[in-house]
């Protein structure tokens, strides 16, 4: 499902150029709930995103989100979207708050 939608707006290339760094930036909302829950972006389909990007040319892929239930790294393996990045190459990244 996520080629074919891909494929009715151009295709990933459109959106990747060769050599790009590329930000997948998924809800990983919680610590505490898995993707059945609906508590966070389907982790096949961040997997699928992940590998199209490297398949169009991209150097790399990071996926981030600020959780607001508990730690990120904890969000990022409860939600299982660690573990279809990683398998497609990508990598999870903890992001930072900064007070401006």
């Not at 009715?8 to 459109?14: A, F, H, N, R």
């Not at 508590?39 to 990071?62: D, I, Q, Y």
């Amino acid at each position: 499902m996520v080629r074919r939608a891909l494929a009715s707006l151009g295709g990933m290339d459109k959106f990747v150029p060769k050599g790009a760094n590329v930000v997948v930036k998924p809800n990983i909302c919680v610590a505490y709930h898995t993707y059945e829950y609906a508590a966070t972006t389907n982790p096949w389909v961040v997997g699928a995103l992940v590998k199209m990007c490297f398949e169009a040319g991209a150097s790399s892929v990071k996926v981030m989100d600020f959780p607001f239930g508990g730690s990120a790294q904890e969000a990022y393996v409860k939600s299982g979207i660690k573990e279809q990045v990683e398998a497609a190459g990508g990598e999870m990244v903890s992001m930072r708050v900064s007070n401006m």
